[in-house]
């Protein structure tokens, strides 16, 4: 292997002497195998189920230490790597160079960086393959499936089976339940179990454009709104209605249920029409999916209008097999939840099932004043237990790990960080350290003093908020055009010392630069809008709006072509005379 690494090393600086001088063959090799190493890592990391069943496991990269350890390994091997590559500095010991020799130096420093400091996208890639490969869409939907057509059947709470959850059949598709006592008509029908008071009202709806100034005393006086692009469409109470003849019982029953288990499909009311609680007591998850509510409540209402037990318990049977599947915790067995849940008279609601495990007599309420309803639950509820929610949340998991893009926004972070990095490398081997740590204590004068005049033009000005930020802008827009054009046009007449931090200050400060010029031009298109009128501001023109996040994208381009063009300028501070 030694003899390898020495043949390899004299053959790169024979004929490649700046890939031997960066040692990128070896950096980018190392930094490879544990790319390698980190997509196994991932790829493993989700092979037990049980670690779905906490939220977040796609940032499971953050919670079981792999990110400490990523961060260790990428300093220790740039570390090493900065010892050996400053071992020899070519350039420094005028080695015939050109400028796009020195642009290729910078860009393998940036490369190498960029490979030891990215191990992240390795890790996720290796988890998003494996949760592809063993949760494939088809059997994702049908587990799904599976699991709303058992969740009538998970008995946990009184109130998931109460007359209020009726949205099938008709009239209830489209009426409103009111809950609250305050707002109950008890002139009109209402029906009452227990010491709870339910009343049926049809709805009304208006629709007003979202920026109208009259929608918030509309908000107030209605049920719920639903806000879509350009308008809102506010819905009322009506008129009482009675509803006795399509109401099987006002006890709670499995005909009643009508919850949303769990749903990747795009709801009613998703992306730009959502539905906002209002004063009333309304079932914001089921509105919000309504249709699917709907559907979801009619397969249940006919399996038991059907009564077929074969057919409930393969259902009761087959969720089971699933919860051991995805290791959920439970102690129920298909004969024993059949039992619970089987009532061919009515479907009347008459044991509960706990979710999540308990002691102390199963009881989920202790207190001493219980309502009637806390009062039933601690009658009904049984030693059985089903930790529902974990399946819920591997499926989260699973829907949002399957839609990730692992190459997200936060390689902007990886990208910059790794040019500043190569940046300021590139400078000590260009310039030197002592013009470097010039260049750090003269950009920090430079701060503090822009600072001071910001502040002192703010204290004696009679003007006010945007006047500060204009001039803060400018006065920071002046001094690096300076610096600059100084870099550019004059650098050969000053001392090279001098030279030199003016250089390294032009380097590191050209995207902030860039960005500040950019960043003054949208605050004069802001206000420029604010006096055009509402219908135009709208689709005002805006240029940081306009790039987005592919502003990120646009400067590193430009940054790179900037070092491309600005090695000529090192090149010639290089040849001044040292004096």
Request: charged share 20%; proline share 2%.
């Amino acid at each position: 292997m030694k003899k390898f690494i020495y043949k390899t090393n004299r053959h790169l600086l024979e004929r490649y002497p700046l890939i031997w001088n960066t040692k990128a063959i070896w950096m980018l090799s190392i930094s490879i195998i544990l790319h390698i190493c980190f997509y196994v890592f991932g790829f493993i990391s989700l092979t037990n189920p049980e670690s779905l069943h906490n939220r977040r496991a796609d940032s499971i990269f953050f919670e079981n230490g792999a990110v400490f350890f990523s961060i260790m390994i990428s300093i220790l091997m740039l570390v090493i790597w900065l010892i050996y590559l400053f071992k020899n500095n070519a350039f420094k010991s005028f080695y015939p160079t050109n400028h796009f020799a020195l642009f290729k130096q910078f860009a393998l420093y940036f490369a190498i960086i960029f490979c030891c400091t990215t191990f992240y996208y390795a890790f996720q890639s290796g988890l998003k393959t494996y949760v592809d490969n063993k949760y494939d869409d088809a059997t994702i939907k049908g587990e799904i499936a599976l699991a709303n057509k058992a969740a009538p059947f998970f008995s946990e709470n009184i109130t998931d089976y109460t007359i209020d959850k009726l949205v099938y059949p008709k009239p209830f598709d489209a009426l409103f339940c009111e809950t609250k006592d305050d707002f109950i008509d008890y002139a009109g029908v209402y029906y009452r179990f227990l010491n709870n008071d339910y009343q049926f009202y049809s709805l009304s709806q208006k629709t007003r454009p979202t920026k109208a100034s009259y929608a918030d005393s509309l908000y107030r006086n209605s049920v719920y709104t639903i806000t879509r692009d350009s308008s809102i469409t506010y819905y009322f109470k009506d008129k009482v209605i009675d509803v006795t003849e399509n109401l099987k019982s006002t006890e709670p029953s499995y005909y009643n249920y009508s919850g949303v288990f769990y749903s990747n499909e795009n709801n009613d009311n998703s992306n730009n029409s959502l539905v906002f609680h209002n004063k009333h007591d309304y079932d914001y998850k089921n509105r919000k999916n309504l249709r699917l509510s709907r559907r979801i409540q009619k397969e249940n209402q006919e399996l038991l209008t059907r009564n077929n037990p074969n057919e409930i318990r393969e259902i009761l049977s087959d969720f089971i097999i699933l919860s051991n599947k995805y290791k959920i915790k439970h102690n129920l067995t298909a004969n024993g939840w059949f039992d619970l849940v089987y009532n061919p008279k009515d479907f009347k609601l008459k044991a509960l099932i706990q979710d999540e495990y308990r002691t102390d007599n199963n009881k989920k309420y202790k207190h001493s004043k219980l309502t009637k309803t806390q009062e039933l639950y601690n009658e009904l509820v049984t030693e059985y237990y089903l930790e529902s929610d974990r399946l819920n949340i591997a499926f989260d998991n699973i829907d949002d790990i399957k839609k990730t893009n692992v190459i997200s926004e936060n390689i902007h972070f990886f990208l910059w960080l790794s040019f500043f990095l190569a940046i300021v490398i590139f400078m000590f081997r260009v310039t030197g350290l002592k013009p470097l740590l010039f260049t750090i204590v003269v950009i920090g004068l430079l701060t503090i003093i822009i600072g001071l005049i910001i502040a002192l033009y703010s204290y004696i000005s009679t003007y006010r908020g945007q006047n500060i930020e204009y001039f803060a802008s400018y006065l920071t827009l002046f001094i690096g055009t300076m610096i600059l054009s100084i870099t550019l046009f004059s650098n050969n007449r000053l001392r090279k010392t001098i030279a030199a931090i003016f250089l390294n200050m032009s380097l590191v400060g050209f995207i902030p630069y860039l960005f500040l010029i950019v960043g003054i031009i949208s605050m004069h298109q802001k206000d420029a809008c604010r006096d055009l009128p509402l219908e135009k501001s709208e689709d005002c023109f805006v240029l940081m709006e306009y790039l987005g996040s592919y502003w990120s994208y646009v400067f590193f381009a430009i940054a790179f072509v900037f070092v491309l063009f600005f090695s000529k300028v090192i090149l010639k501070w290089k040849a001044m005379a040292e004096a």
